[in-house]
C-alpha cells in the first residue's frame, strides 16, 4: 500500500462526493483551486496506476500489479455555443470497485490537518 498525498486524498473525498454528479478532471480542479494538469497527474499516479505488491518477488525484487483504484470513462456532455447545442465528449472520473472498497484510513492518521 503506497502513500497518498494530500491532494490526492482531497481528490478522493471530492469524487466519493460527487461520482453520481458526473464529473470530469476540470471539475474537480475548478472546485479544488488547483490546476487540471495538476488533477491529471495525481489521478493518474495515485489512482489510475495504483499498484501493490502481489506477495512474489522475482530476482530478488518484489513484484507489483496495477490495481487502478479510479478509471477514466468516456462519456459526452452537450454544450451551448452560439445558439447551437454542441456534444463534447469528455472523461468521467470514477472509482473502480476495488477503489470503492480500498482502505484508504491509515494514511488519513498521517495528514493531521486533514478532515475525512
Given at each position: ?10 481528490i ?7 461520482e453520481?454528479?458526473g ?5 474537480i480542479a ?13 489521478l ?10 502481489t506477495?512474489e ?25 452560439d ?6 465528449s469528455v472523461?468521467?472520473i ?9 482502505n484508504?484510513?491509515?494514511?488519513w ?8
Amino acid at each position: 500500500m503506497g502513500k497518498f498525498s494530500e491532494k490526492a486524498l482531497l481528490i478522493k473525498k471530492y469524487v466519493e462526493e460527487h461520482e453520481s454528479d458526473g464529473i470530469t478532471a476540470n471539475d474537480i480542479a475548478e472546485a479544488l483551486g488547483l490546476s487540471a494538469k495538476s488533477v491529471n497527474a495525481t489521478l493518474t499516479a495515485a489512482f489510475t496506476n495504483h499498484k501493490e505488491e502481489t506477495g512474489e518477488e522475482v530476482d530478488g525484487k518484489k513484484v507489483k500489479e496495477v490495481k487502478p483504484l479510479m478509471v477514466r470513462t468516456v462519456g459526452e456532455i452537450e454544450e451551448e455555443k452560439d445558439g447551437k447545442i454542441l456534444h463534447k465528449s469528455v472523461k468521467f472520473i470514477e472509482f473502480t470497485e476495488y477503489g470503492r472498497t480500498y482502505n484508504y484510513e491509515a494514511w488519513w492518521k498521517e495528514l493531521p490537518g486533514l478532515k475525512r
